[in-house]
C-alpha cells in the first residue's frame, strides 16, 4: 500500500487509499524513514544556510514556500482523496520536529494553513472538501485560523465580530489580529458571532471560510520579538459579503465547536515545534561547549556546564516523548485531549528552558546576532502562547486530571 512515492525534490501522492477507517492513518517505517530523510536533506540543503539571512531581514521565504509545495507540506495531513499526504499526525510531528530544530518560523507557513484545512476537513459539507482541499493541499491556496481579535484571546467567545444573514449572503464586520499568513495567505477560517445575544455565548458563534474578498483589507504587518518572516497581521472586515454556503457545515452556532475542534492536532503541532527548539537548542550547546576552552579544558568538561547538559538533554527527550504519545494516541482514533495539552505545556517549557540555557552556555555569542541560539531565544516564548497559553493549558490539565480521578 503507498500513498506517496519520491519524485526529485520531494514527495507526491500517487494512490488513492481507503483501507484505513477514518481518522485512523498509518504508514510503514521505511516510509516514513524515506519521507524524514527527505525533508531533512531539504532543510540541510536549502533551509540551514539561509536562515540566518531570512530572520535578520524579516523577509518572507517565497523560495522556500514554492519547495514546500514540491515536498507536498501543504496537503501533509489533507485525505488522499483531496491530493494530499494523508500523514498520520505521530510522522506530521516528526518533520515538524526537524524542521523546527533549525528554524521553527516556517513550519507556521503550513501549521496555520492545515488547521484550516482540518476545519474544512473534520466539518465542512462534501462540496467545501471537494472545493477547498484539492487547492489548499497544493499549496495553490494558502491561508490560516482567524479567531483572535484585539480584545478576545483566551476568551474566544468574547469575539465581537459578526455575519448577518442577508438573502443568499452572510455580511461580516469586525477585526481580528495576529493572524499567522494574513498577508500572504488568501483564505481563512473566519470565527464570527452569528447571533452576539445567544447563550451560552458559543452558541452564537459560527465558522466561515473567508477568502480575500472585497471589503476584506489586511492591516499592518506586526513587528515581533522572533517568529520573524511568517507574517502576522490584523484582517479588518468591512461589510464584507461571502455566499451562505461560505459557512463551514451551512449550520449556524457550530463554529466554537469546530474552531476548538482541531485543538488535539493544533497542540501536538505546538508541542512537536516545542520539541524543535529544545533539540535545536540542545545540538548548539553540545557542539559550543565541546570547542569552547576557558580554564584549558573544554567547558563541557566543567561540571556547571555539564548540568545543564544533562537537565537539557533529559527536557528534549521527555517532550519528544510526551509529543509522541499524543500523536499515536491521535492516529489510533482514541480521545487526547489531556495527553496533547501535557505535551504542548511540557514541550514549550522546555524549548524556552533549553534556549535560555544554551544561550548562556554560549557566553557572549549567544546574545550575537551571528550565533544561531539568539534567534532560537526569540522564537522559543511563542510556543508558550500559541494553541492556549501555557497558564490555561496549566488550568485545563488539572481540571481534566481531576474530573477522570474522582476521590472514591
Ligand atoms: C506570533 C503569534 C501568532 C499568532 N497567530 C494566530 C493565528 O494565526 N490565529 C489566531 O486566531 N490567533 C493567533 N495568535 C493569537 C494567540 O492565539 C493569542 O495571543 C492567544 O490566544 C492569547 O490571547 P491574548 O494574547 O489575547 O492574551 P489574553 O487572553 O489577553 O491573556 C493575557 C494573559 O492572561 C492569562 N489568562 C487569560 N485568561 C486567564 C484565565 N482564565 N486564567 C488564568 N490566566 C488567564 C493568559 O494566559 C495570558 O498570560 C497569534 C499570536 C502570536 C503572538
Not at 502576522?232 to 463551514?248: C, D, K, Q, T
Not at 549567544?366 to 501555557?390: M, Q
Request: net charge neutral; glycine share 10%; aromatic share 8%.
Amino acid at each position: 500500500m503507498t500513498l506517496w512515492a519520491a519524485q526529485p525534490g520531494g514527495f507526491r501522492f500517487v494512490a488513492e487509499d481507503v483501507s484505513f477507517p477514518t481518522g485512523i492513518r498509518r504508514i510503514d517505517a521505511e516510509q516514513e524513514r524515506e519521507l524524514l530523510a527527505a525533508v531533512e536533506r531539504w532543510v540541510d540543503k536549502e533551509v540551514a544556510p539561509r536562515v540566518l539571512e531570512y530572520d535578520h531581514a524579516d523577509r518572507y521565504p517565497h523560495e522556500l514556500v514554492e519547495q514546500m509545495k514540491e515536498l507536498g507540506l501543504f496537503g501533509a495531513t489533507i485525505g488522499p482523496e483531496y491530493g494530499g499526504l494523508g500523514l498520520p499526525a505521530s510522522t506530521y510531528a516528526r518533520i515538524v520536529m526537524h524542521i523546527s530544530s533549525v528554524w521553527m518560523s516556517i513550519t507556521g507557513i503550513f501549521n496555520s494553513h492545515l488547521m484550516l484545512a482540518l476545519a474544512i476537513g473534520k466539518f465542512g459539507t462534501a462540496a467545501q472538501k471537494r472545493e477547498w482541499l484539492p487547492k489548499l493541499a497544493s499549496g495553490a491556496v494558502r491561508g490560516g485560523l482567524a479567531l483572535t481579535e484585539p480584545d478576545a484571546g483566551t476568551d474566544l467567545q468574547g469575539i465581537r465580530m459578526t455575519a448577518r444573514r442577508d438573502g443568499a449572503h452572510y455580511v461580516i464586520n469586525g477585526t481580528k489580529t495576529w493572524i499567522s499568513n494574513g498577508i500572504e495567505g488568501s483564505c481563512f477560517a473566519l470565527l464570527v458571532k452569528t447571533d452576539p445575544h445567544a447563550q451560552p455565548r458559543h452558541k452564537g458563534m459560527s465558522l466561515f471560510i473567508a477568502p480575500k474578498l472585497p471589503g476584506l483589507t489586511v492591516g499592518k504587518k506586526l513587528e515581533k520579538l522572533g517568529y520573524k518572516c511568517i507574517d502576522s497581521a490584523e484582517l479588518i472586515f468591512n461589510n464584507y459579503r461571502v455566499p451562505a454556503a461560505s459557512l463551514i457545515g451551512e449550520v449556524e452556532g457550530q463554529g466554537f465547536y469546530q474552531a476548538t475542534g482541531g485543538l488535539e492536532l493544533g497542540r501536538i503541532n505546538v508541542a512537536a515545534r516545542g520539541v524543535g527548539i529544545a533539540e535545536g537548542a540542545l545540538r548548539l550547546a553540545t557542539e559550543y561547549s565541546q570547542t569552547r576552552k576557558t580554564f584549558g579544558k573544554p567547558i563541557c568538561e566543567h561540571q556547571a556546564i555539564q548540568l545543564k547538559l544533562g537537565e537539557m538533554a533529559t527536557r528534549a527527550r521527555a517532550a519528544r516523548l510526551l509529543t509522541l504519545d499524543a500523536a499515536n494516541a491521535f492516529d489510533c482514533g482514541e480521545r487526547c485531549d489531556l495527553q496533547a495539552g501535557m505535551a504542548k505545556y511540557f514541550a514549550s517549557e522546555a524549548a524556552l528552558e533549553n534556549a535560555t540555557e544554551s544561550m548562556r552556555i554560549h557566553g557572549a555569542y549567544g546574545y550575537s546576532k551571528e550565533y544561531h541560539i539568539e534567534r532560537l531565544f526569540r522564537d522559543a516564548p511563542l510556543t508558550c502562547i500559541g494553541e492556549g497559553t501555557n497558564e490555561m493549558q496549566r488550568i485545563i490539565i488539572a481540571r481534566q486530571w481531576i474530573k477522570r480521578n474522582p476521590a472514591v
